[in-house]
């Protein structure tokens, strides 16, 4: 094995080795990015249920019995 071939498999070897660095490494974020996305769609559900139970709020459950229309007790 002369020089030059000894030269190729130790750069062979270290793309081989990046490359296993790599594919773990892509693994890793795909995974953080699956758990994000879960997390994204649970916090956009539990906002609209809170846009929702805020609207409930501040709708009076019957328009006719807000305090504008009631008549004062003096009366």
């Given at each position: 094995?002369?020089?030059?071939?000894?030269?190729?498999?130790?750069r062979?070897?270290e793309?081989?080795?990046?490359?296993?660095?790599?594919?773990?490494?892509?693994?890793?974020?795909?995974?953080?990015?699956t758990?994000?996305?879960?997390?994204?769609?649970?916090?956009?559900?539990?906002i609209?249920?809170?846009?929702t139970?805020?609207?409930?709020?501040?709708?009076?459950?019957?328009?006719?019995?807000?305090?504008?229309?009631?008549?004062?007790?003096?009366?």
């Amino acid at each position: 094995m002369n020089h030059e071939t000894s030269d190729l498999a130790q750069r062979l070897d270290e793309l081989e080795s990046r490359l296993a660095f790599q594919d773990d490494l892509i693994e890793s974020l795909n995974q953080v990015i699956t758990r994000q996305d879960r997390e994204i769609i649970n916090m956009a559900s539990q906002i609209k249920d809170l846009f929702t139970r805020l609207s409930e709020q501040a709708e009076p459950a019957d328009p006719g019995s807000t305090a504008e229309h009631e008549i004062p007790p003096h009366y």
